[in-house]
């Protein structure tokens, strides 16, 4: 066997031991969303320092949590904070997690991030549908093909599912909620752009940039689990006016603010799948 797969087997009975039953979802919580996860019920709390191989999340607003329990009437487990290519780790690091919940068996991952706005139309406080990315990031299934986790060369032509996206269009506008559709960038970071690079990424087709997320899509993809994910736009990569600083505690603020919306739909769409 693998000895990657040994791992994310070692990783996943541990998580069985703590657990009542197998959770069907998986979530990824971003910068400022880990409020997301109070709404978890019977919540079992298992800081990633005490999970088998994984790493510590060490980015201002990731808390460093897997969460165990019951969001919309169904088992999830969630992180409660990411792993970063950025904080040095490679991506068989970053993708751990979401193998190790493949492992466990999820019927669908849920991913979120707080993203600047190149499309002119966002602005701070909106909320993104990613149905499309560009990553820029090193492809995560690089090297020896794990075969019993997915083929060598996995489809990408819809990374996020239609069906979940669709679904949860129809729960935000019977609530007059908001939503822009788009496609995210992710890059290495940990620099924010420069203006030129946020105008070139424009020009690519990207709605949104950030400095993760793609990873893990494209391991859960690999493993064709289906996909939802959504940006809260944080900062506005189209405004370069005299005052204008990207400061990473302003884009956590921003993500706060907009994170009770995003866990609301969140919840609904995992009622009704």
Do not use: C, W
């Amino acid at each position: 066997m693998d000895e990657r797969v040994v791992k994310f087997k070692e990783t996943a009975d541990f998580i069985v031991q703590r657990t009542t039953t197998p959770p069907e979802i998986g979530i990824v919580l971003g910068s400022g969303l880990g409020t997301l996860a109070n709404s978890i019920e019977q919540p079992t709390v298992m800081p990633y320092s005490e999970v088998p191989h994984f790493v510590h999340s060490t980015a201002i607003g990731h808390k460093g949590n897997l969460i165990f329990g019951t969001l919309g009437g169904k088992s999830v487990l969630a992180m409660q904070g990411r792993f970063h290519y950025y904080e040095g780790y490679s991506m068989e690091q970053v993708t751990f997690p979401v193998r190790v919940m493949a492992q466990l068996g999820i019927k669908a991952l849920f991913v979120s991030n707080a993203a600047g706005g190149v499309n002119p139309g966002f602005h701070v406080g909106d909320l993104m549908i990613i149905r499309d990315h560009i990553n820029l990031l090193p492809n995560p299934l690089i090297g020896k093909n794990i075969d019993e986790m997915g083929p060598r060369f996995p489809d990408m032509t819809r990374p996020y599912d239609p069906g979940l996206i669709q679904l949860v269009e129809k729960i935000a506008a019977a609530q007059h909620i908001k939503l822009h559709q788009g496609v995210y960038l992710a890059g290495t970071g940990p620099t924010y752009e420069t203006p030129a690079e946020y105008a070139y990424f424009g020009k690519t087709g990207a709605d949104a940039v950030g400095m993760s997320t793609t990873p893990e899509v494209i391991v859960a993809r690999h493993s064709n689990i289906p996909v939802f994910g959504m940006s809260v736009i944080t900062n506005e990569a189209h405004d370069f006016s005299a005052n204008f600083v990207n400061a990473h505690a302003d884009v956590v603020e921003a993500a706060n603010k907009a994170a009770k919306t995003m866990s609301f739909l969140f919840r609904r769409l995992i009622e009704q799948m």
